[in-house]
């Protein structure tokens, strides 16, 4: 059954009979969480393909609140260790762009036309800093692979640069490193800002029925169960 085929009304009585099958300890941790998630910041990840740094890198955007992860695979798969992501995948949204020789435009253009700035972590003669880069608007920040960082493409077609500090004689951070000090950074300058960030209350919802979902035993049954009930009371 496809969530976007169902009418808010019908989403929100499908979410009440899913609680049913939740925990009360469940339910309250979703209620705490749903409140710091946010798509004011989404992640991009060019090619990863080391499954250490692809699982830890969806650990630091659960917990630092980001919920969609778009993942472009070029030339490498994206394989997430689930020893080290420690179920953070199941909370977040996954989009991957693989269906061209080249998804890298594909997916930054879908990605404007979300309201996005596109911004390549990659030192540049432009570039920023976490601490100075507007928040004003909803920003899209691009890693590239663990070897040779972002693509030529990537970084042309990018609207701004964002650089993190080094002081030391090693090149650059890991990729899951540079992920997690960013994240970081700019989501506790955003929720100390006057900046409305938050998802609206239509996101929530739907991001707790997918939860939820993911949650019980056997969600398609429990699903069918729900609409054989509802047509039957039309």
């Known amino acids: 059954m496809e969530e976007t085929f169902l009418s808010r009304e019908t989403k929100l009585k499908l979410l009440d009979h899913f609680?049913?099958?939740?925990?009360?300890?469940?339910?309250?941790?979703?209620?705490n969480v749903i409140q710091y998630r946010t798509r004011h910041i989404a992640v991009v990840l060019e090619d990863i393909f080391q499954p250490h740094n692809a699982s830890a890198v969806l650990r630091s955007c659960d917990l630092t609140g980001i919920q969609d992860i778009h993942i472009i695979e070029n030339r490498n798969e994206y394989d997430v260790n689930p020893d080290v992501a420690m179920g953070s995948?199941?909370?977040?949204?996954?989009?991957k762009y693989n269906e061209l020789k080249?998804?890298?435009?594909?997916?930054?253009a879908k990605l404007r036309k979300q309201?996005?700035?596109?911004?390549?972590?990659?030192?540049?003669?432009?570039?920023?800093?976490?601490?100075?880069?507007?928040l004003d608007g909803k920003i899209a920040l691009v890693f590239g692979t663990e070897l040779t960082g972002l693509?030529?493409?990537?970084?042309?077609?990018?609207d701004e640069y964002l650089r993190i500090p080094m002081y030391g004689f090693t090149e650059s951070y890991n990729?899951?490193?540079?992920?997690?000090?960013?994240?970081?950074?700019?989501?506790?300058?955003l929720r100390k800002s006057d900046i409305e960030w938050q998802l609206t209350q239509?996101?929530?919802?739907?991001?707790?029925l997918e939860w939820s979902r993911r949650s019980v035993k056997l969600p398609e049954a429990l699903e069918r169960e729900f609409m054989n009930r509802i047509k039957q009371n039309i």
């Open 19 to 31: 609680s049913e099958y939740l925990t009360d300890r469940r339910k309250e941790l979703f209620k």
């Open 89 to 95: 995948s199941k909370w977040l949204n996954l989009y």
């Open 102 to 108: 080249n998804n890298t435009l594909d997916t930054y």
């Open 115 to 134: 309201g996005y700035r596109i911004i390549a972590t990659t030192p540049h003669t432009n570039d920023q800093t976490l601490d100075s880069i507007p």
């Open 151 to 158: 693509s030529d493409i990537a970084i042309d077609h990018a």
């Open 175 to 189: 990729i899951s490193v540079s992920a997690a000090l960013s994240l970081f950074t700019l989501t506790e300058r």
């Open 202 to 208: 239509v996101e929530k919802e739907d991001i707790l």
